[in-house]
């Protein structure tokens, strides 16, 4: 399995972390109802300027209904929602200091590049020389000058989305609002799209919110990621806590590949966690500290890169260790997936990054084999 | 698939064709006829052309219907467009039910009814019968038709296009008129054709709801037709026919431009 990319870190940007950091956009206790249907519930969210937020989870959490709040095409039922300590509820779109990059792109059909990009500047009445040179620019910013006379059909996918982002880009928002942006693109052109988005959000050093589904994607090009499902937030923080810490099965699950043991806690404080599964017969130990009572149930999620495994047994068999037979191999060229099942019939998922070619497996089918893992190689979650 | 032409769809074929246009031919040929009696050849003449031309009444007639069919035509297609997008955009409302049922009443009602039924409104309101009440009638008949045309294009618009308008700063009204409009364009044109040429060739309404001085072209050929068919009536037959086939040809061309338009640029961006 190949593990998501891990958001680089790019600067000491952390404005989350300090306290006396303002807001750039707020939500608060935001509740978006569309008849019975709960879209948003009781949501309250920060978002830094310069920052590059991603709302990720799976359709119909309620991500994109949080998003089109902010570009004003849908008022919030409870709750305000502040742009530079101002709230926006009531401000119809077009007087909202957003612009939004449509899934769908939305170009109009029949203008040509130029036009879409100037449409935005002709109804903020900016003089004309100034539109064409602020036209310009942003053809050059997307490496478009040559199409400029071209209508949106008579251009490849890949540069219809840069029209779409040189459009929203060139009234310069105080926010930019992506809404699934890369959907329509295929894989390769996505993750080079990725990086230019990231280096353009950097360059242009303005704030941008994307709406994905992919986590990925999510994953690449964000300062920090807010993981939603129905409605509400599970988790926000960096992409790399996201993946090493999630804080619920929920995230764990949704971010990457991971094994989930269910247990109960044997013993919990300062000293390290310990988690005795009857399900799969192992006991779990780890340097985490964890508040929760002798006996509550509790589940262990571990990455499969983090386990390691092996024919021989471990020094100690009796902790952070699984004995069981391999049951299926997955070869995607970098890394080797290995299905492993436990006596108890479960099956636990462990990778091998395939660092010499493949000539013969070291560990083949029905093997008798060893899991076993570091002491913080993963994380005990109680919800 | 010139393997796949049996006997059985040639002669289909065929039938189906000299079904259709035979009684257009026919009619045709008979325009240029020099006797007097419709069903006799009496060799080729062009004098029905002639007297036509002379023929006052007759020449009225076309031009009040023309005048007529612009007219209610131009009104039905604002209204029906308007209606088209009620139904549309503002989703459930009070009555909508209603609205829509009457809306799309005189695609079903049979015409003599509605003629019946809006010659006894005119009278009851006693206004003088004539062109106003005729265009009229024909806006009220048309319009369900332009309704219906533009309404089937609203449904598959995609909404966005006007949400990125709005998102870039440009009012709702003005979106209209700029992103909206343009694009549903086709379907209004379309929809306007098709209420100008229901009211080139209504006969019932406008009988039911004229008054003296406004006989229509269908009107006064009908009237004619009473006292017996002399080829002029061929000869302004013929005279539509033209007209007709030449803005149906037109239409197509265009069409056809616009796809081999499409597939070239297509094709151009494919190239990159």
């Known amino acids: 399995m190949v593990g998501p990319a891990i958001g680089p870190v790019r600067r000491a940007f952390a404005p989350w972390n300090d306290p006396s950091a303002k807001p750039f956009i707020e939500f608060r206790n935001v509740t978006k109802r569309f008849g019975d249907f709960v879209a948003v519930k009781d949501l309250s969210l920060k978002i830094y300027e310069r920052e590059f937020f991603a709302l990720l989870g799976p359709s119909g959490c309620g991500k994109t209904t949080l998003m089109r709040m902010l570009g004003g095409f849908d008022e919030p039922t409870e709750g305000s929602i502040l742009l530079e300590g101002k709230d926006l509820v009531g401000i119809p779109p077009y007087r909202r200091p957003t612009n939004?990059?449509?899934?769908?792109?939305?170009?109009?059909?029949?203008?040509?590049?130029?036009?879409?990009?100037?449409?935005?500047?002709?109804?903020?009445?900016?003089?004309?020389?100034?539109?064409?040179?602020?036209?310009?620019?942003?053809?050059?910013?997307?490496?478009?000058?040559?199409?400029?006379?071209r209508k949106?059909?008579?251009?490849?996918?890949?540069?219809r989305q840069r029209v779409a982002l040189a459009r929203s880009l060139a009234k310069k928002p105080k926010v930019l609002l992506l809404d699934e942006p890369l959907g329509a693109l295929d894989k390769k052109l996505r993750e080079e799209t990725q990086f230019e988005l990231m280096d353009l959000q950097m360059n242009l050093g303005m704030t941008f919110l994307i709406v994905t589904h992919d986590q990925e994607e999510a994953m690449t090009v964000a300062d920090r990621i807010a993981v939603m499902n129905n409605g509400v937030i599970v988790q926000v923080a960096t992409p790399a806590e996201i993946y090493e810490q999630p804080n619920s099965r929920?995230?764990?699950d949704f971010i990457g590949d991971i094994n989930l043991i269910e247990g109960k806690v044997a013993s919990a404080g300062e000293g390290g966690t310990r988690l005795a599964c009857a399900a799969t017969g192992a006991t779990v130990e780890t340097n985490q500290t964890l508040t929760a009572a002798i006996g509550d149930e509790a589940w262990f999620a571990i990455r499969p890169e983090k386990m390691r495994i092996s024919r021989d047994a471990p020094a100690d068999p009796a902790v952070n260790a699984l004995a069981g037979e391999v049951w299926d191999i997955g070869y995607l060229g970098d890394v080797s997936i290995y299905h492993v099942r436990l006596p108890t019939g479960a099956t636990v998922k462990a990778t091998i990054t395939n660092a010499t070619r493949l000539v013969e497996r070291p560990i083949s089918w029905e093997d008798k084999v060893w899991l076993t893992w570091s002491r913080d190689a993963g994380v005990v979650l109680t919800r | 698939m010139r393997k796949g032409q049996s006997w059985f769809n040639t002669t289909s074929v065929a039938l189906g064709f000299a079904f259709l246009y035979a009684p257009i031919v026919i009619l045709v040929i008979y325009s240029f006829n020099d006797s007097k009696l419709v069903t006799v050849w009496g060799g080729f003449s062009t004098r029905w052309y002639v007297e036509l031309l002379n023929d006052q009444a007759m020449l009225d007639a076309a031009w009040i219907t023309l005048r007529l069919a612009l007219l209610s035509a131009t009104m039905a297609t604002i209204l029906g467009t308007l209606a088209a997008i009620t139904m549309v955009r503002f989703g459930r409302f009070l009555g909508r039910s209603l609205f829509s049922g009457m809306i799309y009443a005189p695609l079903v009602m049979p015409d003599v009814i509605t003629g019946l039924s809006l010659l006894l409104l005119f009278v009851s309101i006693d206004i003088d019968r004539g062109f106003w009440t005729v265009t009229l009638a024909h806006t009220t008949l048309t319009m369900c038709f332009v309704a219906v045309v533009v309404q089937s294009r609203l449904v598959v618009f995609d909404r966005s296009l006007e949400e990125a308008a709005l998102d870039l700063g440009c009012p709702p009204f003005k979106t209209f008129f700029v992103i909206t409009l343009p694009l549903i364009l086709p379907a209004v044109v379309a929809g306007w054709m098709l209420a100008f040429t229901l009211s080139l060739d209504d006969l019932v309404i406008a009988s039911f709801t004229t008054g003296p001085g406004a006989t229509t072209l269908p009107m006064k050929i009908f009237s004619q037709v009473k006292f017996g068919v002399t080829p002029e009536i061929n000869a302004i037959s013929t005279i539509l026919i033209t007209i007709v086939a030449i803005g149906v040809i037109a239409a197509s061309l265009f069409n056809k431009r616009r796809e081999v338009e499409r597939q070239k640029a297509e094709r151009l961006a494919m190239q990159g």
């Open chain 1, 152 to 159: 949106p059909h008579q251009l490849s996918g890949g540069q």
């Open chain 1, 250 to 252: 929920y995230v764990a």
């Open chain 1, 100 to 149: 939004m990059m449509f899934q769908s792109y939305a170009l109009f059909p029949h203008m040509t590049v130029a036009d879409n990009i100037a449409f935005g500047l002709k109804q903020a009445g900016m003089p004309k020389a100034d539109i064409q040179s602020r036209v310009d620019e942003m053809l050059a910013l997307v490496k478009l000058e040559k199409f400029a006379r």
